[in-house]
């Protein structure tokens, strides 16, 4: 008998560890595939070594945050520098990405401390100027204003003595591109400026400027609803640099092909991929993934960044734009244009 006791005292006294719920193992489940099935990146990754280190390290998991490491470490093996991943009210990048802040003049730095702001301007009385920031408003409401508010300081700066356009992105590190393409839209004019392929077989997805608003397939995603003329024969020149990151990029590269238009500067930031968000849970867990390249109207694919036609390296002086070294540049390659 006292053997019996004893050994029901061992088993009693021993601790039992509380299995992972099924929630929570679902979960995991659900963010590895998604970075399977849609991430740019999964292919040629080892997935079964992966989902076992990530379930691994994610082993003692009994909450969605708690489930974090493993999800983080996935993650990381996509190489994936312009996605996120969301933990309720904390975001997680992939630490071994940093900006080259070191490419950036320090003018541009202090330029991009005021904050995003549109500068409109006229150079030397011929040459309209609009500098066009960052913008990352996602509702209708506020797409359609930032939209209208570019062409509104549009309108300021053109005139009958204008020879050409210059657009400065050297501070647009990103954000929402359909708005800054409407309210640039009568400068670039109706057309295509964005083509990729799709899930579907010989099935592709255009992105259009229509009728002055921005369109996916010919639905219109960002309207503008006021213009002010067509200034799609202007000569523009694009000004970019290494603060010009993804929707700054994408804006640059809808201008390729465009009749009398020019990059000028140094080479963008290479925030290149398009990216697609999922939601994991709720409202409050999910990812941003890298799930495709940009591409040009002619689906020209951009893997990396994007280059200037005319390269001007330093020599910012962005607000002073007469002694910037990229605007002479720009100037001079407008005074060239029939």
């Known amino acids: 008998m006292r053997s019996i006791i004893i050994i029901c005292c061992f088993i009693t006294a021993n601790p039992v560890k509380a299995q992972m719920p099924d929630s929570v193992k679902n979960f995991i489940g659900k963010a590895l595939n998604l970075m399977e099935q849609h991430s740019v990146f999964s292919a040629g990754l080892n997935?079964?070594?992966?989902?076992?280190?990530?379930?691994?390290?994610?082993?003692?998991?009994?909450?969605?945050?708690?489930a974090a490491p493993g999800i983080q470490y996935a993650f990381n093996a996509l190489g994936d520098k312009h996605g996120w991943l969301v933990f309720g009210d904390e975001e997680y990048r992939n630490p071994a990405f940093r900006p080259d802040t070191g490419r950036i003049s320090q003018n541009i730095k202090q330029?991009?401390?005021?904050?995003p702001k549109i500068y409109a301007g006229i150079v030397k009385k011929e040459y309209a100027y609009i500098s066009i920031p960052?913008?990352?408003g996602q509702t209708e409401a506020q797409m359609t204003a930032f939209a209208q508010r570019i062409q509104d300081s549009l309108l300021t700066v053109i005139n009958e003595n204008?020879?050409?356009?210059?657009?400065?992105?050297?501070?647009?590190?990103?954000?929402?591109?359909?708005?800054?393409?409407?309210?640039?839209?009568?400068?670039?004019?109706?057309?295509?400026?964005?083509?990729?392929?799709?899930?579907?077989?010989?099935?592709?997805e255009k992105n259009s400027i229509t009728n002055n608003g921005v369109a996916v397939n010919g639905r219109v995603i960002t309207p503008l609803p006021k213009t002010y003329g067509d200034l799609s024969a202007h000569p523009v020149a694009l000004v970019i640099g290494p603060v010009t990151g993804s929707a700054g990029?994408?804006?640059?590269?809808?201008?390729?092909?465009r009749d009398k238009t020019a990059l000028i500067g140094e080479t963008t930031a290479g925030y290149t991929t398009a990216n697609?968000?999922?939601?994991?849970?709720?409202?409050?867990?999910?990812m941003v993934l890298a799930v495709g390249y940009l591409r040009d109207r002619y689906g020209n694919v951009y893997p990396e960044n994007v280059k200037p036609d005319i390269e001007v390296l330093g020599g910012d002086d962005f607000?002073?734009?007469?002694?910037?070294?990229?605007?002479?540049?720009?100037?001079?390659?407008?005074?060239?244009?029939?």
């Open 319 to 338: 607000f002073n734009p007469e002694n910037d070294k990229k605007i002479q540049a720009a100037v001079k390659w407008i005074d060239l244009q029939k």
């Open 111 to 115: 330029a991009a401390s005021k904050g």
């Open 276 to 286: 697609d968000g999922f939601f994991l849970h709720g409202n409050d867990y999910g």
């Open 134 to 136: 960052f913008f990352g």
């Open 162 to 204: 204008t020879k050409g356009i210059i657009i400065d992105l050297r501070l647009n590190a990103g954000g929402n591109m359909f708005p800054m393409f409407a309210g640039l839209s009568n400068v670039l004019g109706e057309t295509d400026f964005a083509i990729y392929p799709t899930a579907i077989k010989d099935s592709i």
């Open 47 to 66: 997935w079964k070594n992966i989902r076992d280190t990530a379930n691994a390290l994610s082993k003692n998991a009994a909450t969605f945050k708690e």
């Open 249 to 257: 990029e994408c804006l640059a590269a809808g201008f390729i092909g």
